[in-house]
């Protein structure tokens, strides 16, 4: 394939070409409002690579290529029509189910979250050390995840905190500035990070098709940076980036990395989607333009599904026989087909809209690993949620920790409450 029939195929994948009789219309690739004439059965363009040089443009490939798209099996032809994202979609909601889940909600999440801190493995205390006795780990992070649930202040929280002491979820009901100094601990972010992934689980039989995004969630800090475009210093809020990987069908998140309020997209992705294939069948995974490389379409087909991700105007067919290949001309020819399958990806939007209306798009914390704690409870907290929903609406019970199973983790570096 030379260079003039690769462009007419990226014409004919991504723009509409208008027939007019038995010529067609070709729009300009370097002039919007300009058009070309096609007449496949003469072989004519009238773009000057045609009319002046005598060669077969890319004008004229593209139509072909769109001919040979529209042409069906049996002979017929069927309308070409682009993909628009303001159609009319119906959702159905069991609004029963959806009530129950609302108004129990709170007992419920109290339940699966003292549940889910229970599979944490208390370290023994050092023989002969002195002092008060160390927070159980369970406690800690049940009251750190709990505190960003009820969105509350800290002080504001003991109430519930109190309540959810008297209920048996916690062995006490601990000091409003010991709950702070949790999530302002380096060792609770690998702990959260571990149980978001495990309360996802109760949802691997439901959920195969997964979508990767990120977004951010603004802090009380303000920062400043030089911009290079402008020439000028700016300044704004600092901010959590979260990557996340979700189901499309409950929007359970199941594996998360923050690495930066700059970090790339495309170099995440590999990591988030290894993380959700150790406990997930992987079917498909849908991502946007920023996740686009070989590297990321070879990966999801290792494991036995297939990355849907949108080509940008610039991509190549690529090495004849390789996956960048196959989706780049099932993209073309089969276009409408392979953006139903992409657009399974808003739902990733669905689940960051949900978090932040529920638990809020910014953090309350100061410090930088306080944040990201923050940031990493909210993931926790809505993933928790989700399975509530799923208890009712789907029957599913939210086992988190297997009877034989244990997880081995650090004791928090200082003492429970005042």
Not at 6 to 29: D, F, H, N, Y
Not at 342 to 362: L, M, P, Q
Not at 406 to 416: V, Y
Request: net charge positive; with cysteine; proline share 4%.
């Amino acid at each position: 394939m030379d260079k003039r029939e690769e462009r007419g195929l990226i014409i004919a994948a991504l723009t509409k070409l208008q027939k007019k009789g038995k010529t067609w219309l070709v729009p300009s690739q370097s002039a919007s409002d300009k058009q070309y004439t096609v007449d496949p059965e003469q072989k004519t363009c009238s773009c000057p690579d045609c009319q002046e040089a005598g060669f077969k443009c890319k004008h004229q490939f593209a139509v072909e290529f769109t001919i040979k798209r529209e042409l069906q099996a049996d002979g017929s032809v069927s309308e070409t029509r682009s993909i628009t994202f303001s159609e009319e979609r119906k959702y159905t909601r069991d609004w029963s189910a959806y009530s129950e889940a609302q108004t129990t909600e709170k007992h419920r999440f109290q339940v699966l979250l003292a549940d889910l801190c229970k599979g944490i493995q208390q370290p023994p205390r050092e023989p002969g050390r002195a002092g008060r006795n160390f927070t159980l780990l369970s406690d800690a992070i049940f009251s750190a995840a709990f505190k960003v649930y009820t969105t509350v202040s800290s002080r504001r929280f003991i109430c519930d905190l109190k309540d959810a002491h008297e209920r048996g979820h916690i062995t006490k009901a601990i000091h409003y500035n010991s709950v702070s100094s949790y999530l302002e601990n380096p060792l609770v972010t690998p702990i959260l990070h571990s149980l978001i992934a495990r309360s996802a689980l109760p949802l691997k039989a439901v959920e195969t098709d997964f979508a990767v995004d990120s977004t951010g969630f603004s802090t009380s800090k303000w920062v400043k940076w030089f911009d290079e475009k402008y020439g000028k210093e700016r300044s704004g809020h600092a901010w959590v980036k979260a990557h996340i990987c979700t189901g499309v069908k409950t929007s359970i998140v199941s594996s998360i990395k923050i690495e930066g309020p700059t970090a790339a997209d495309c170099p995440l992705f590999a990591p988030l989607v290894k993380q959700t294939a150790e406990n997930f069948k992987i079917g498909e995974v849908s991502a946007d333009k920023a996740y686009l490389s070989h590297d990321n379409l070879e990966l999801v087909n290792q494991m036995g599904g297939t990355a849907f991700i949108p080509f940008k105007s610039n991509s190549l067919q690529g090495e004849a026989g390789t996956i960048w290949e196959k989706m780049f001309l099932y993209a073309q020819f089969k276009r409408e087909e392979f953006f139903q399958h992409y657009h399974k990806r808003s739902n990733v939007e669905a689940t960051f809209s949900s978090i932040k209306r529920v638990f809020g798009d910014s953090v309350r914390s100061k410090t930088d690993v306080a944040c990201v704690n923050e940031v990493l409870c909210k993931v926790l907290d809505h993933n928790i949620r989700v399975n509530i929903l799923a208890q009712i609406e789907l029957g599913i019970e939210s086992v988190f920790w297997p009877k034989e199973e244990s997880t081995q983790t650090t004791i928090l570096p200082f003492s429970a409450g005042r």
